[in-house]
């Protein structure tokens, strides 16, 4: 595996590939990477000739008060997971590389889908995620690119981009990886301690049981809605950012159950903030 830390040099490595004909896959993180970000590696090697891993915790991206100088790193570790699984290129930029002097240009993806669930209480995030998404798509060219149902909003956010400025690839949506117990697999789980690991547990457990009150045939969102809350409020020192049901394709609220839907939370848990999700047909 080549680790590059240059857009020019990433390019030209890149070209050399599609060249010769080989189609190429991409897989964006801010590493620490865990079984989920490489299950979207490992989808991207099945599908495809070439592979380029990036890693860049992206401050556009986080606000102000949030966690861009403590989020975890571990590159070694990360370089060998992603060697193991044959990825042919990591692209690990300096800050200074993407964002030079002088940098002036923001993509931001307007409207309801960012003004909902973590785009309310993350004000600016989106921006950021598109902003980045975009200069990697223009940086790697990929065929295709894998991004995790764990942040199911921002799969909906860059599959509007890419449809809304005709940008030439795939996105290839993979399911939310677990941990054995149902928490949902997340860099950020490194701050929980032992405590508040098991604690974290209500997260999932209060989706899980969502799903089967609906699928015992309740239809209201609200009564949906108070019973995750009053499972997450079990842990006394749980702060509830939301907890939303929405059209899963459009993300706006609905007080029916019915369709593709989305369930969403986001619930600071001790000191991490943890977003879980569950989508169910109806
Ligand atoms: P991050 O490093 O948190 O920015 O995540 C990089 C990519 O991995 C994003 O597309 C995430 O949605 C995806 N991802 C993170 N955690 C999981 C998980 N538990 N299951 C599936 N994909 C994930």
């Not at 991206?61 to 790193?73: C, H, I, R, S, V």
């Amino acid at each position: 595996m080549k680790i590059i830390h240059s857009v020019e040099a990433l390019r030209q490595a890149v070209k050399t590939e599609k060249k010769v004909g080989k189609s190429v896959g991409f897989v964006p993180t801010m590493g620490f990477l865990h079984e989920g970000h490489m299950s979207l590696v490992k989808a991207a090697k099945k599908d495809n000739d070439f592979v380029v891993a990036s890693i860049f915790v992206n401050p556009t991206q986080f606000g102000e008060n949030e966690d861009l100088d403590a989020y975890p790193k571990d590159l070694e570790g990360d370089q060998n997971k992603l060697e193991q699984e044959g990825v042919d290129i990591l692209f690990y930029p300096t800050v200074e590389e993407m964002y030079p002097k002088g940098y002036s240009t923001y993509v931001s993806v307007e409207g309801d889908m960012t003004g909902v669930l973590c785009g309310s209480s993350r004000p600016g995030h989106f921006r950021g995620v598109a902003t980045i998404v975009t200069k990697l798509f223009n940086m790697v060219a990929p065929d295709r690119a894998y991004f995790g149902q764990k942040d199911a909003q921002q799969v909906s956010v860059i599959e509007r981009m890419v449809k809304d400025l005709n940008m030439d690839l795939e996105i290839i949506p993979c399911p939310i990886h677990r941990e054995a117990d149902g928490l949902a697999m997340s860099s950020r789980n490194t701050y929980l301690n032992e405590k508040e690991r098991k604690d974290a547990l209500v997260l999932s457990q209060s989706l899980f049981e969502a799903k089967e009150t609906i699928l015992s045939g309740e239809r209201r969102a609200n009564k949906i809605i108070e019973g995750i809350i009053d499972k997450i409020s079990t842990v006394d020192y749980a702060i509830i950012d939301y907890v939303e049901i929405v059209d899963a394709l459009t993300l706006h609220k609905i007080d029916e159950i019915k369709g593709d839907i989305l369930i969403a939370i986001a619930v600071k848990v001790g000191k991490p903030r943890l977003i879980d999700n569950l989508r169910l047909e109806v």
